[in-house]
């Protein structure tokens, strides 16, 4: 289904990207069929990359054969494209075999790469000439504004982990919110509420927030139901694909997005889509108010396969009608339906909490996890007390599921917060986050295992992304809950 | 060094291009990685390929990475690029792997091919979808204007070799007169003097022999030598390489355009780089006028590192010193000295000729090759009795080197007609040139040997040009000496 309404709102807010050119030397010296080159930029970038090729000996009397591999962190130099044989595309491998066929020239590659490294290699020159590499010109692109950025005078390990999240958002901030831009490049609704918090302490660019609503709104999948993520390309298309938690964040995307604009026309205009959100998820539910989750569908939560969704899909609908009920008093709307609903499904979560582990367990196996403890707490299930209780306890129950991504951890650190354990949130997160930076990450990654550095869901570390959105928000925390001064947050609603 | 003058004239002359579009359906149907398909465009072409993908099943998440092979003959396509390991550049061989970031859409593929056949091989795709082909769209380009041939009403076999030669010589017809439009896609003498022959009797592009005049003369080697070569990219600048022959053979390019012509300007102009050439290669020659073949350097002759050379340069001098006296009299220049060593130096070649056996020797080994004779022919150093003596005779001598390549061939059925020999001239063209036809050829090649149709000089198939200026010329001898109706030849100088 397409508005062509919100469509024509989302294109006209189609941001202009600045660019930035980085300039290296190349090494200028002759070099044989088979030898290579490994350029470090300094930093990781998104962008594209022309090489100005010289040569030695007579005039070049055959085309330059090169290939050239882009890599996020040096370590992904290290592995095989070819070996690669995960579960998703090898196309993602940022490595192209390029023709050139002018020699001396300058070679623009077309595609957008994102990249710290560079390695070219020569494949194949002619016996009477040998190229040299003369320079590299990265055109660096991103709709972040850094002139936004409030200053704030951060010193030590929180200096580090906030340039590197601006860095991770800067570099996913294009056209849409990208969720990363190496892979997928694309819009999903779980990063794009998590890099909108990012972005209102940071760039401040409320547009792109409200132009990525207003996709989402603009192609649903039938009867209206948002999907997961945005296709851009070749003309805007929702996927087929829907999760239960991510239809859900639209609601609270909006709602913050209308607290730090104040845009009361987006807050009209969309109002709608999200009660549509909830009438469509009404049948998830049984008649006692729990989750059904083979009706649910899938629920993201985490990168986890092992973890039981059920008490995340309960909770993450009671923290999204808790921001629906506020935007349609807002908009002057009549809540008691809502707040009834509201008051039902509090109380079947409830259901799920276990006296005797004093955790909240989900799905058949009565499993415990951390995911399921910080989305009760974040739905406000639980009252402060208990919150902060369970969240102590947890790392004493050595059976729990486990958090996987940066993803999960965000919402830790906000449980956390949000139970008054700012000092744990603290550590948690200098704990975590700081753990990639000590590994010298420039971006953070998608995905992170302290114990397990380089773990790849994908079946090879290559395909991960190393700058991904959904891992950016230690700004989002550190400007907002631990800064001297903080940050106007503009008005409650 | 650069004569700005001459270049300015060259770019002036820069050609449009003519385009054609032609448009094959894909197969139309889902593909899984791995498989590929085989698209025949009918004949060949040179020009520029956008193929259009679609998809079946979920929109794409992820690029696809497909290859993409051209041939120019269907045996190329057998043949794994990998295993060429001969003396030039693998980077020849038109193979692409190309990441295309948005499907569906259609692919433009930037670099310039010479093709009939097109393999496309997917390599990876995604769990969610599988590419389809639904179109390829080819644009030819060329500098030929095809409204300009001639009608000349050829039947049979002549007209199977009129319409082959013509379709060479447009897809070499470029911004100059390319050699092959696989490999090398550049400007060389010898292709340019047969391509001129070739253009006069169909396309008449007389402006374009006029530019690559003024190419070879505004860039030039120390003391104003003329290179076999030119290069187009990323400017003009002429190979440091030199061929004796290659270097005459720009008086008789003059030569004939200004008889095509009338172009008394151009004559002006380029009759002093004539004389230079003239000048500069005084010192190839003995004090009795025979040629110094150390001294005199590379001399082409044929695609044959068996051949003894010595005759054939000795024998071009006087082919084109010919015509610098006809050039040097329209110019209205004294010709004594030009005559008299023109005198000299067919006195020294008369004393290669061996009463023994009949033939013309060449070299210290007194080698008897067919490339001896036919240029000693084409030159008029035997008259027209001992030239056909000669002709006749040849073919009984089995160990004399026989010719190589279609551009050595030329000048054996250019050297039959001129010792009245037509009818063998005939026969030994449709023989030769007939020889590709029957092999479904749809241009003449670089290379061919009727007793081994697919060998290559490079080592390895893959790399010959298919589509080759310097096997164009049946046109040429077609309708200027067998067409019913001869075409005007423009007044003898």
């Not at 882009?70 to 579960?87: N, Q, S, T």
Request: hydrophobic share 35%; glycine share 6%; proline share 4%.
């Amino acid at each position: 289904m397409r508005n062509e309404y919100f469509l024509r709102k989302a294109e006209e807010l189609k941001p202009a990207l600045f660019r930035e050119e980085i300039v290296l030397d190349g090494e200028g010296k002759p070099m044989e069929d088979g030898e290579e080159v490994i350029y470090d930029f300094g930093s990781h970038y998104t962008g594209y990359l022309r090489i100005d090729f010289g040569y030695e000996g007579h005039h070049p009397d055959a085309p330059l054969t090169f290939s050239v591999q882009f890599a996020e962190i040096r370590e992904e130099l290290d592995l095989d494209p070819e070996e690669y044989h995960g579960w998703i595309s090898r196309s993602w491998i940022q490595k192209e075999t390029v023709h050139l066929d002018v020699v001396p020239s300058v070679c623009q590659l077309n595609r957008r790469y994102a990249f710290r490294y560079v390695r070219i290699r020569i494949l194949h020159a002619s016996g009477n000439y040998r190229p040299v590499i003369r320079k590299l010109f990265l055109t660096a692109v991103t709709s972040a504004d850094s002139r936004n950025v409030p200053a704030v005078q951060f010193t030590g390990d929180d200096l580090v982990l906030d340039r590197i999240s601006q860095r991770t958002l800067r570099n996913c901030m294009q056209e849409v919110f990208e969720d990363g831009p190496k892979r997928d490049r694309r819009l999903w609704l779980g990063d794009l509420r998590l890099q909108a918090l990012a972005n209102y302490q940071t760039f401040r660019n409320n547009d792109l927030v409200k132009r990525c609503l207003y996709l989402f709104a603009g192609s649903t999948l039938d009867e209206g139901r948002l999907a997961s993520n945005i296709f851009l390309e070749p003309q805007v298309e929702c996927d087929d694909q829907t999760m239960f938690d991510y239809t859900l964040f639209f609601i609270n995307t909006l709602c913050d997005y209308y607290r730090e604009s104040g845009d009361r026309e987006t807050l009209s205009d969309l109002q709608p889509v999200c009660m549509r959100q909830y009438e469509l998820l009404k049948n998830c539910f049984d008649t006692t108010g729990m989750i059904d989750t083979e009706k649910a569908g899938r629920i993201f939560a985490d990168w986890n396969f092992e973890l039981d969704k059920q008490a995340c899909g309960q909770a993450v609908w009671i923290y999204a009608v808790r921001d629906l009920i506020r935007i349609c008093r807002e908009c002057g709307e009549d809540t008691t339906e809502l707040e009834n609903d509201l008051k039902m499904k509090t109380a079947a979560a409830m259901r799920l909490y276990d006296e005797k582990t004093g955790m909240f367990v989900s799905g058949p196996e009565q499993q415990i996890s951390w995911a399921s403890q910080i989305w009760m707490i974040l739905a406000e299930v639980p009252d402060r007390d208990l919150s902060e209780k369970i969240l102590r306890r947890l790392p004493e129950i050595k059976d729990a599921v486990q958090l996987n991504s940066p993803y999960a951890y965000h919402h830790y650190i906000q449980a956390l917060i949000n139970t008054g354990m700012k000092d744990e949130a603290y550590t948690a997160m200098h704990e975590y986050w700081g753990g990639m930076a000590a590994l010298g990450a420039d971006t953070f990654w998608e995905l992170y295992n302290p114990e397990q550095p380089y773990v790849s869901p994908y079946g090879g570390l290559i395909v991960n992304s190393f700058c991904h959105a959904w891992s950016c928000t230690p700004t989002y925390f550190l400007r907002k809950y631990y800064a001297e001064k903080e940050p106007d947050d503009g008005g409650d609603i």
